[in-house]
């Protein structure tokens, strides 16, 4: 009996335990539902890049986003708005490549080190087109890729930037790895600005003149058309140390070597003329009218690479050598040949002037110990009928790479909210663009 006695006594201890512990279990909860209650009502929604969804709480984004406004870009006082937003973004690079062929013309934004064609380029949330330019050489992150040119987007036409910082390609597809990034333009239908900047780098070169105006007006009562414009011009920069080539052809005494004879720098910006436009109606309560776009032209003209009077191919190089006491040409189909032409003494390019059957009747120019051609060699060409560009051109030679660089696009739609029907309450957004990216290029000073 005083077992059984003691059994019930635990159980009721046992059952009267857990109900306490329970208790205390749906206190808590309860305690944390509502202080999580009062939380969410102090969180503030805030517009987001990367959704199709209504506006979401900052609760409910996983990712980090930056938004610059235009008065903070104003205000930081430089004449380049990609290097403004490169100090303001985490992780976000916007290269200047000298002497990198068509890469010098244009400049394309990296998020997270990814290439440009990696990070998508959204203006007023559509798609933006992309440069013509496919970087040859892009300075390694940027080879191969075809990014939007973003500097022919004015600061003083912008309302604010935004930048998602994260990988976005589930949304937009595979453009948008490195994240996105949404200029968004000025839509106020009153006042305006005009700046003028002068700039200059503290070597004293690079002088650049920013002239910009931006003006808002009414369209209709219900309304607004916002204009921008920018003109700008730049020197070109260098920041370059003589070549050691070049150098050594000094040393030698060659006259006529430019020093530097390869600048390295940013290259030269004239008639950089650039516009944009903005426009939206309200149709209705629940519908609006939009329309933006833009038209851009520049001139763009960089340093090259130095053409060495003894080495360059197709201009200097000689493919005409003393074998054996005989001239002869480059053998790549025989080793034997080939190895016995690569070890004799280098030369000059000479050609004829009775066709090209006619070469191995020229002279042959050597390079001598000093790294100069054989001067009484050169001397000799005319009389027999030949030619090298070393007798007009002695010192070498750097062209000039530059282009022309024009960009347009354009965007209408509406937008607004299904009012009636099935499709009450839901959103819709109906547009079309296009846009045109042309690069004209020219070389000059050189054969």
């Known amino acids: 009996m005083k077992l059984q006695t003691n059994a019930l006594s635990r159980a009721i201890k046992f059952a009267l335990a857990s109900t306490a512990t329970m208790g205390l279990a749906v206190t808590s909860v309860q305690a944390e539902e509502a202080d999580a209650g009062a939380e969410n009502k102090k969180i503030e929604k805030i517009a987001v890049v990367g959704s199709r969804a209504a506006p979401r709480s900052v609760g409910d984004s996983p990712v980090p986003i930056d938004i610059i406004g235009g008065d903070e870009i104003s205000k930081a006082g430089g004449d380049d708005m990609l290097e403004l937003l490169k100090g303001s973004v985490p992780s976000l690079n916007v290269h200047a490549n000298p002497i990198s062929d068509a890469a010098s013309l244009v400049r394309p934004a990296n998020l997270r080190g990814l290439p440009a064609d990696s990070t998508l380029i959204l203006l007023n949330g559509k798609r933006r087109h992309r440069s013509s330019v496919i970087a040859f050489l892009g300075g390694g992150i940027n080879d191969g890729a075809q990014g939007p040119d973003i500097s022919v987007i004015p600061s003083i036409a912008l309302k604010q930037v935004e930048v998602l910082r994260d990988g976005a390609a589930a949304q937009y597809g595979s453009d948008a790895i490195a994240g996105v990034l949404n200029f ?254 042309e690069s004209r290029y020219f070389i000059t000073n050189t054969v």
């Open 184 to 437: 968004v333009l000025k839509d106020a239908s009153e006042g305006g600005s005009v700046s003028v900047k002068q700039g200059q780098y503290y070597e004293g070169d690079g002088d650049t003149t920013t002239i910009e105006g931006n003006i808002g007006l009414p369209f209709t009562d219900q309304g607004f058309a916002n204009l921008s414009f920018q003109y700008k011009e730049a020197d070109p920069t260098s920041r370059s140390v003589q070549r050691p080539d070049a150098q050594a052809f000094i040393d030698a005494g060659l006259q006529g070597v430019r020093d530097p004879a390869q600048v390295w720098g940013a290259p030269e910006i004239k008639d950089d003329i650039t516009l944009f436009g903005n426009v939206g109606l309200e149709l209705t309560n629940d519908s609006q009218f939009y329309m933006f776009g833009n038209y851009s032209e520049r001139d763009v003209k960089g340093g090259f690479y130095y053409r060495n009077p003894t080495t360059r191919p197709g201009v200097y190089g000689g493919v005409v050598r003393n074998v054996d006491g005989a001239p002869a040409r480059r053998h790549l189909t025989d080793e034997a040949q080939q190895a016995a032409w690569d070890a004799a003494t280098p030369t000059v390019l000479v050609g004829s002037l009775d066709g090209y059957d006619q070469q191995l009747n020229c002279p042959v120019v050597e390079i001598q110990a000093n790294g100069l051609p054989d001067q009484a060699a050169l001397d000799s060409l005319a009389a027999a009928n030949c030619f090298a560009f070393n007798n007009i051109l002695p010192a070498g030679f750097t062209p000039f790479f530059g282009g022309n660089i024009t960009d347009t696009s354009l965007t209408i739609g509406t937008k607004g909210e299904f009012t009636d029907g099935f499709l009450k309450g839901a959103y819709y957004d109906f547009s079309g663009s296009v846009g045109r990216n």
